[in-house]
């Protein structure tokens, strides 16, 4: 069955610190991988969606940056954190139509 | 455009209670999703329907594709249930799931 790894659980950065959280996925191959974000006291937003290799479409601008290196690997990364940036982050694979998430990471920035 | 609308937005009932969660969506989708979330947890996918009705459990999700509505229903509700539920409706040719707001459920013993 297909299954997203995703990693840490949770985070806790000082304003100003680089961020680099990744997932990898299993059990499938050619997935649509995204990025959520849920913000205190609100619905996951969408951040980026990736389709293949490379290949990523930001959704909102932001102060963050995703990467897919390769086809089970999908990173969200940013330079300088800002308070802003706290919240709960979810990775999320889709193929054929059947989603699968990661256990997702709380971020807090301090 | 594409939207997912859940009621409630909270639900607080008493153990033993029969629960239901509702999601409604705006144009036709390939699959919908229910997630569970506890508080300070992570992500679980409780249910993925395309079209009828799946249980597990004491868990029941339910989905009419003519009305673009899903139901997901608790019976015999244990405050271990208490947690957010988030349903998530991957819209056909859209290639992005859409969450709904999520519901925070609390049961009291």
């Known amino acids: 069955s297909q299954t997203i790894h995703q990693w840490p659980a949770t985070l806790v950065q000082p304003v100003g610190s680089p961020l680099s959280l990744e997932c990898t996925v299993e059990?499938?191959?050619?997935?649509?991988l995204y990025w959520y974000r849920q913000a205190a006291g609100r619905g996951l937003q969408l951040l980026f969606y990736?389709?293949?290799?490379?290949?990523i479409s930001s959704e909102v601008p932001q102060n963050l940056s995703a990467s897919r290196p390769q086809d089970r690997q999908f990173i969200l990364s940013s330079k300088k954190l800002l308070l802003s940036d706290s919240g709960f982050y979810l990775c999320?694979?889709?193929?054929?139509?059947?989603?699968?998430f990661g256990q997702g990471t709380r971020l807090t920035v301090v | 455009k594409n939207e997912v609308e859940q009621s409630p937005q909270n639900l607080t009932a008493q153990e033993g209670e029969f629960i239901t969660i509702n999601c409604s969506y705006s144009?036709?989708?390939?699959?919908l999703h229910w997630l569970q979330q506890h508080p300070g947890g992570g992500i679980v996918s409780l249910f993925m329907?395309?079209?009828g009705k799946k249980k597990h459990g004491r868990l029941i999700a339910t989905i009419n594709i003519q009305e673009k509505h899903s139901s997901l229903h608790i019976t015999a509700s244990h405050p271990r249930d208490s947690a957010v539920y988030i349903c998530?409706?991957?819209?056909?040719?859209?290639?992005?799931?859409?969450f709904g707001q999520g519901t925070r459920l609390t049961i009291n013993p």
């Open positions: 999320v694979g889709e193929r054929n139509t059947e989603a699968f």
């Open positions: 059990g499938t191959s050619n997935p649509n």
């Open positions: 990736s389709v293949g290799i490379g290949q």
């Open positions: 144009v036709g989708i390939s699959a």
């Open positions: 329907l395309s079209s």
């Open positions: 998530a409706a991957l819209f056909q040719g859209a290639q992005k799931l859409v």
